[in-house]
């Protein structure tokens, strides 16, 4: 029945929907009541979560497969969903990729693709919806950062780099959206069992050998509750907050040599 559930009659953009957590985050907004739209690269995996999902919650899920590394990505999905005469009240901008290594020797189109996929196209997605949201005062923004946001991180620097501007780009549209009834978070997750590390190819750093990582489903759960809640920023994890409130705090040149320590291969 319409109105049962918080989300009924409104729809929920998940970018990185094809794996990961964005397959969880996609379910907290489906158990909800939200339709989906979904995106990632992978056509038929995109497919088997949609059908999964929209079956299991009662929801409508779209799939869309698109590719968000390249610039123009955000603009062309958000085109896509408008000739399908779709609307997007939450937007959740979770795909994202990260490259361990130095910075000298890196393959350029990797470093900037990062750039255009992690930040680029978040900003573009956020910057067609944003209105709609602020005009039905409803709905919001929640972007997918990493503790990584919080230090820079040398032997991943841009990745790093790539998730503070997330952070500081969220916290400032939080601010920008205050009152208005629209939600913004900044999900922040430490390390978090997923396809991410493979990708990324931080498996043999130190940082790797700490610690066993958070469940995806865990890491969802956190971020759809703090972005319902309106809170600004969302560590999850009790010892990733403890690590993130002591930053702040500690001398900056300290601070580079525990990030290039624990990223340095164990
Ligand atoms: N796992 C961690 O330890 C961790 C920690 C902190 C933050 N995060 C962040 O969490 C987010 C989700 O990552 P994850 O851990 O779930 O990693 P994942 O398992 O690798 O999933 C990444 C998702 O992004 C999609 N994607 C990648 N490149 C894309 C592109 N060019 N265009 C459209 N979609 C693309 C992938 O699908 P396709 O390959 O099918 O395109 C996939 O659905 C990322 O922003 C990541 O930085 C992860």
Redesign the pocket.
């Known amino acids: 029945m319409a109105g049962e559930r918080a989300g009924e009659g409104q729809t929920a953009l998940v ?9 969880d985050l996609a379910e907290c907004f489906a158990k909800d009541g939200y339709d989906l739209i979904l ?4 056509e038929a ?2 497919k088997e979560v949609a059908d999964r999902l929209a079956a299991k919650h009662r929801v409508e899920a779209t799939p869309i497969a ?5 610039p123009g ?1 955000g603009e062309r999905l958000a085109a896509e969903i408008a000739a399908r005469r779709l609307e997007v009240d939450a937007l959740v901008n ?5 490259m361990a290594g130095a910075f000298d020797g890196s393959d350029r189109a990797v470093q900037l ?1 990062m750039i ?3 930040d680029r ?1 978040l900003v573009e997605l956020t910057h067609f919806y944003w209105p709609r949201m602020l005009a039905n005062r409803r709905g919001g923004v929640l972007n ?5 946001a919080f230090q820079p991180g040398p032997l991943m620097a841009v ?1 790093y780099a790539s ?1 503070a501007f997330v952070l500081s780009f969220s916290e400032a549209l939080w601010k920008e959206a205050e009152g208005s009834g629209v939600c913004v978070s900044c999900l ?12 990324a190819g931080t498996g043999k750093t130190r940082l790797a050998r700490t610690g066993t ?1 958070m469940s ?1 489903a865990a ?1 969802a759960e956190m971020g759809y509750r703090g972005w319902r809640e309106n809170r600004r920023v969302v560590v999850t994890g009790a010892r990733n907050a403890a690590l993130a409130g002591l930053i702040p705090f500690l001398p900056r040149r300290t601070l580079l040599r525990i990030v290039h320590h624990l990223q340095s291969p164990a």
């Open positions: 970018t990185g929907a094809s794996m990961g957590i964005g397959v995106c990632a690269r992978s995996q995109l698109a590719d968000l590394g390249v990505g979770n795909a994202g990729y990260g693709g255009d996929l992690n196209a997918v950062a990493s503790t990584a990745y998730k922040c997750p430490g390390p978090t069992a997923s396809h991410f590390r493979e990708r990582p995806s890491v």
